[in-house]
């Protein structure tokens, strides 16, 4: 069972048919911060054996499984840490309330025309891959999890996200970007990876933040704006750099191995899930792309938000189709009233 317990991007744009969403999503580049030095141990002597050090747990005990961090001896700087979303300053909707009525699946598995969480069809096969993590359409399926007011067993298999971290991961030195992230196993295409946590903000405050900060500084805000087919625009802005989790040391990709899905559970506030969007081998590091476009072309409304003319901070990805610059989005840098995007 789980345990629970400080740049720039452009936005993607996923068309959805009626009854769907177009999901659009923000992620300010950012730098990973330095290392801080950690004992080892004591050291060795003739007469005793050397005593061991103690492993570091970047996740403090509260993921299911502990992430180490490499090279031994250092850590990233100091933060809270959280498995899951907390209220931040400003936000209306508090992420740990339970919102969601539960599906009355007893007697029977949950399935699509049963059970009320899987409406828009099921989310997950039997190897609890995302079914639709291979689709080169432009849609985000609404997901919804089974929840805590669910009556079918914690083993149904419409809870993937709520289980938690399934992997062995490591926090590591990268050459060029910081602090990375990566998997010590092999990851199927499908699976469920980590989520992007840390406090829900509301946008006065996420300007506030934004507005305070310097080119130097690690920027890991990320904003969601879900567009429902009938005009809505639901809006959630994330930022890990004082507390969060382990998604805050992903770096950006143009050519990443996770997609990030919206994924609702017991609230309205949604889990920003990362899944494999490919088999990932051991010690391959873990990326998204910032901007949201995995398997989606930018589109004339993505050129009209990115700013040529800010300083753009270089791209490190690697990948043969490298933009050379990482992702921009000037909207949530308004210093006036909230932009109008619906």
């Given amino acids: ?52 050090s103690q492993r570091l747990d970047v996740a403090r005990g509260l993921e299911n499984v502990p992430v ?45 025309g049963t059970c009320s969480c899987l409406r828009h069809g099921e ?12 689709s080169e359409g432009k849609c985000a399926k ?10 079918c067993s914690d083993h149904c298999r419409n809870r993937v996200v709520q289980q938690g971290l399934q992997f062995q991961l490591q926090v590591f030195k990268t050459d060029k970007k910081g602090w990375g992230l990566r998997t010590l196993e092999f990851i199927p295409k499908g699976r469920f990876v ?59 990709s143009c050519e990443p191995n996770l997609l990030m899905i919206p994924v609702r559970i017991d609230s ?10 490919k088999d990932i081998l051991p010690e391959e590091e873990l990326s998204y792309d910032y901007s949201g476009r995995f398997l989606n072309l930018m589109d004339s409304e993505d050129k009209e938000r990115l700013d040529h003319g800010k300083i753009r901070k270089c791209c490190y990805c690697g990948a043969k189709s490298c933009a050379a610059f990482l992702p921009y989005d000037s909207s949530l840098y308004c210093p006036l009233e909230k932009p109008n995007i619906s």
Avoid at 11 to 27: D, H, W
Avoid at 220 to 227: S, T
């Fill in 142 to 151: 609404p997901v919804f999890e089974c929840n805590v007011l669910c009556q």
């Fill in 1 to 52: 069972m789980r345990r629970r317990g400080c740049g720039t991007a452009a936005p993607s744009i996923l068309r959805v048919p009626q009854g769907g969403r177009r999901v659009e999503m923000a992620r300010n580049a950012r730098e990973s911060c330095g290392a801080v030095a950690m004992p080892c141990g004591m050291a060795a002597s003739e007469e005793e054996p050397e005593a061991p």
């Fill in 268 to 277: 309205m506030v949604p889990k920003l899930a990362l899944f494999a969007a």
């Fill in 194 to 252: 980590c989520e992007y946590a840390g406090e829900v903000l509301g946008y006065s405050e996420v300007q506030r933040r934004i507005q305070l900060q310097t080119i130097q500084d690690p920027n890991y805000i990320i904003a969601i704006r879900e567009h429902v087919y009938n005009g809505q625009v639901i809006e959630t802005f994330v930022d890990p750099s004082c507390i969060g989790n382990i998604g805050r040391f992903l770096n950006h």
């Fill in 68 to 112: 180490s961090a490499w090279p031994p001896g250092t850590e990233p700087e100091p933060f809270q840490y959280t498995p899951d979303h907390v209220a931040g300053p400003g936000t209306d909707v508090d992420p740990t309330q339970i919102t969601f009525p539960g599906c009355i699946c007893l007697k029977t598995p949950c399935l699509p």
């Fill in 123 to 134: 989310n997950y096969d039997d190897n609890s891959c995302l079914i639709d993590i291979g």
